[in-house]
């Protein structure tokens, strides 16, 4: 959530930034995007689906793709239209066929299209024929239409739509930098950049309901997409079956991102605990990755190897990009989403130690994203909700949480180009409640490093009887057919197929 491009969450976050995941040319014209009435929204006819085979080679196959034109505002659902790249794999047993099962990906700024192309085979296998499976890219994202921010490369480096504060925990040159995005979006995003929110993509989630031919559907969302299903939920209730919200954040309404990304560096330190047991392990002995004798030790090394690259910074094999302390800060964020990043990081920790050796850094930091992609992620966060504008509260809170919270040193707490955002946003988050049906599956891990175990509890509670969770005890980002926990991949499994949820909630073990 919030969250930005990493290796394996691709299929949540990827891409990116301040979040996120990640074409045709926005119209231009002024949006304000209220919320339609109801029945203006569902009577507007959604056009049919021109199916297309889109499978790849280590894909699954039969998979298939198509364009869903959508409002670029939803108060005028005949102007102009925006396209979103739709895919599906359609079931492979029609007797057991009983609907479909949506794919919500995360960031903002994932690829549905990509993550059904990375899960769809397994996916397919858990559920056996019931459904067919889809997913689509969100306004913004891959396929779909996109807009451009128009910003420099160098502030399209993770670390820096990220605001680190300065090593010395000033925010002067984030503040610069985040008015020179924001203004930036404001030149160049366009009346597409500003339909970029939740609200928005719940209506084309609801258009591509009525594109399908189904009157309810079933969905998988992930991270983000956690947020966006339970908001369809909340506004939708009569056209959801069965609803799986895995790995989610606080939906309070006041914050929503802006919580998401304060809430990871408590996060951060939930999860530390796990690579630190891992990096003194004896088994780390043999593979050079050991780097410390005890776990307790590691911490501080750590803390002490980013003070040292903050003041020199240490040579890579990218030319031009330096190892900094806040690079280093970055790469082991990225690392807490998966046990199996954790060797990767060992590796560069131990390289930026040694004097002879120059490290290599994670893809994710070693080049700046794409211009769609930052766009995309900044416009959603800053679309969503209303950001504080005051610097010296900014500048209050960086300092507070650099002293709670030294892993993150701040960034988490930080001023973002939302602070300075032009528009307002179009319409107040949705507040998430009880009402409504009792068919939502939450699983959650124990020790998530991008959306808490404690601001899940928060979305459960908001939920009250209409949700179960599921609470497995394992660190990382993402659960169902992600960590391998048999008992977690059960609950949801069965729920999908079957109906079935627990009668309370329930812990699974490692």
């Known amino acids: 959530m919030t969250t930005y491009p990493h ?4 299929h949540f976050l990827r891409p990116l930034p301040l979040l996120l995941t990640l074409s045709a040319t926005a119209a231009a014209m002024t949006l304000t995007a209220v919320a339609p009435p109801k029945a203006q929204a569902e009577t507007a006819a959604a056009p049919g689906l021109t199916w297309r085979s889109c499978a790849q080679p280590g894909g699954p196959a039969g998979q298939e793709c198509a364009e869903l034109p959508v409002p670029l505002d939803y108060r005028d659902p005949k102007g102009p239209q925006l396209t979103l790249a739709v895919s599906r794999i359609r079931s492979d047993r029609p007797a057991a066929r009983r609907g479909t099962l949506l794919m919500i990906p995360g960031g903002p700024g994932s690829s549905g299209v990509q993550w059904l192309r990375r899960k769809g085979d397994a996916l397919r296998k858990e559920m056996t024929g019931r459904y067919d499976l889809v997913s689509f890219d969100p306004r913004g994202v891959g396929a779909s ?3 451009s921010c128009g910003l420099d490369a160098d502030d399209r480096h993770l670390v820096h739509l990220r605001s680190w504060p300065g090593p010395d925990g000033g925010i002067e040159e984030n503040v610069a930098r985040s008015r020179r995005i924001a203004a930036a979006c404001a030149r160049h995003g366009g009346a597409a950049l500003r339909s970029f929110s939740t609200a928005n993509e719940v209506r084309d989630i609801d258009r591509f309901r009525q594109a399908l031919g189904e009157e309810k559907l079933s969905a998988w969302g992930a991270s983000y997409g956690t947020y966006v299903g339970a908001v369809y ?5 009569h056209r959801t079956d069965r609803w799986v919200l895995d790995s989610s954040g606080d939906p309070d309404p006041s914050r929503v991102e802006r919580g998401w990304l304060v809430n990871m560096a408590a996060g951060a330190d939930d999860r530390f605990p796990d690579f630190a047991a891992w990096a003194s392990a004896p088994a780390r002995e043999d593979e050079g990755l050991r780097l410390a004798q ?7 090394l750590f803390l002490a190897l980013a003070a040292e690259l903050d003041r020199a910074p240490k040579e890579t094999t990218t030319a031009g990009v330096p190892l900094t302390g806040d690079r280093l800060r970055q790469a082991l964020q990225n690392a807490l989403y998966d046990d199996d990043s954790f060797a990767p990081l060992a590796r560069l920790v131990q390289a930026a130690r040694l004097p002879a050796e120059k490290p290599v850094l994670p893809a994710a930091l070693a080049q ?3 211009d769609q992609d930052a766009a995309v992620t900044v416009a959603v966060i800053c679309n969503d909700v209303r950001w504080p504008s005051s610097v010296p509260a900014y500048r209050r809170a960086v300092a507070a949480d650099r002293v709670r ?5 701040g960034m988490p707490a930080n001023v973002s180009p939302c602070a300075f955002w032009k528009d307002a946003p179009a ?3 949705t507040r998430i409640t009880a009402e409504g049906p009792s068919n939502i599956l939450m699983i959650q891990n124990l020790r998530d490093p991008s959306t808490p175990y404690f601001g899940a509890l928060k979305m459960r509670r908001a939920l009250g009887d209409r949700a179960r969770l599921v609470t497995v005890d394992h660190g990382g980002h993402g659960v169902y057919l ?5 008992c977690g991949d059960r609950k949801v499994t069965a729920f999908l197929s079957t109906g079935q949820r627990p009668e309370r909630d329930v812990n699974c073990g490692r």
Not at 7 to 10: C, N, W
């Open 482 to 486: 992600g960590n391998g926990n048999a």
């Open 427 to 429: 319409e107040q988050p």
């Open 405 to 409: 919270h030294p892993l993150t040193a």
């Open 233 to 237: 939920a909340q506004k939708y209730p």
């Open 368 to 370: 700046p994203l794409r």
């Open 145 to 147: 239409t996109t807009a």
């Open 294 to 300: 005890r776990a307790k030790d590691i911490r501080p």
């Open 7 to 10: 290796r394996r969450s691709l």
